[in-house]
């Protein structure tokens, strides 16, 4: 299980990546774009997703992962269980997840790939 502290431990480690308080809810953004967002009870997080593969994740595995509210479909969004991911699953969901709104080459400078 992974909690917000740990989730937050790395998000702040990511450049450009920062912390944004908004209607009681902690986000994380890249210039005014947001990658990561929690639920006001921080026992889901929102995520940067590519819309054309949210299906099939929420598909393969529906007791961690789940469709955002319907007012958040026309983003690339997806949301994950904080219980249902470990440490692993957690850090790659969040480099990708910033991968997806930070410049290329300043992703590929932070993780050399």
């Known amino acids: ?18 912390e944004v308080l908004i209607h009681d809810r902690v986000k994380f953004r890249v210039g005014s774009l947001v990658y990561l967002a929690f ?8 995520f940067a997703f590519p819309k054309e593969e949210r299906e099939a994740l929420v598909a393969s595995e529906p007791g961690k992962f ?7 479909m026309r983003y690339n969004w997806v949301v994950a269980r ?3 991911i470990d440490d692993v699953e957690m850090r790659e969901i969040v480099l990708d997840a910033w991968r ?9 400078e932070h993780l050399g790939d």
């Open 82 to 84: 904080l219980a249902a």
């Open 1 to 18: 299980m992974t909690t917000i502290e740990d989730v937050r431990t790395l998000a702040r480690t990511l450049p450009r990546s920062y």
């Open 39 to 46: 639920s006001r009870d921080e026992q889901t997080m929102g």
């Open 100 to 108: 997806m709104v930070v410049p290329k080459r300043v992703a590929k």
């Open 66 to 72: 789940s469709m955002p509210q319907l007012s958040d």
